[in-house]
């Protein structure tokens, strides 16, 4: 069974830190792995995308990397803001055709930025 | 462009009635995936449609069904009520076909389900 976890399950950090947010799944076969950020009474909201072959993407403050050997992968924030407490989801795309109803979700990991 | 709209926002139901949750995709988008979001748990896949077919649906009951209209906006229906049905729950459109845009998605905010 495709599974993915998260780790912590909840955060807090003083604003201007940093932290990262952990993903390890079992999902195969492995296509793409996507971080969305979901605000409380918001939907998920794309950050970035991993492929296969990537092993760093940055998006701003947001950074991603993939071990696709050991099937982790982590999302650094850096210089957090009062607007990055949110729910980060890690989300595995399963196949080659993508679709999503071939993505298995994570339970989220919960960040709170405080003054 | 609009964004991909859910309604209502919140709805409170008793065990045994029956719901219905609405979805208006990003304009010119055919495909459309509902998710629950329950507490605690990931998003899981619900149903999807596509050009006005089921296309596909998840490991759920028949009691949750639904339909997709000729103007490509959906209907999330959940029949017969339980408590554990308490959740949110989101619609997405794919930004585009294949491989990279099909799982791309762009989600509604949500209709929050709450049955007592």
Redesign the interface.
């Known amino acids: 069974k495709n599974q993915?976890e998260q780790s912590p399950q909840s955060l807090i950090i003083l604003e201007g830190k940093n932290c990262t947010l952990q993903c390890n799944y079992t999902v195969s076969p492995f296509?793409?792995l996507?971080w969305y950020k979901q605000d409380t009474?918001?939907?998920?909201?794309?950050l970035t995308?991993m492929t296969f072959s990537e092993n760093t993407k940055s998006n701003g403050r947001y950074t991603a990397t993939l071990d696709a050997d050991t099937k982790q992968s982590s999302l650094h924030i850096t210089a957090s803001q009062l607007s990055d407490s949110a729910s980060y989801?890690c989300?595995v795309?399963a196949g080659?055709?993508?679709?999503?109803?071939?993505?298995?979700?994570?339970?989220?990991t919960q960040l709170k930025v405080e003054l | 462009e609009a964004g991909v709209t859910q309604s209502p926002t919140h709805l409170i139901k008793t065990r045994g009635q029956q719901a219905t949750l609405r979805c208006s995709p990003i304009s010119g988008h055919t495909s459309v995936y509902w998710y629950q979001q329950a507490l605690g748990l990931g998003l899981q896949f619900l149903l999807w449609y596509d050009e006005g077919e089921e296309r596909n649906r998840g490991n759920f009951p028949p009691r949750f069904s639904g339909r997709q209209f000729p103007n490509y906006s959906s209907e999330l229906n959940v029949n017969a009520l339980e408590l554990e049905d308490s959740a949110l729950y989101l619609c997405a459109t794919p930004q585009g076909r294949g491989l990279s845009g099909a799982n791309v998605l762009t989600f509604g905010a949500g209709s929050r389900l709450t049955v007592l």
């Open positions: 993915v296509s793409n996507r009474g918001r939907g998920p909201v794309s995308i989801i989300v795309s080659l055709t993508g679709g999503g109803n071939k993505l298995t979700f994570g339970t989220g």
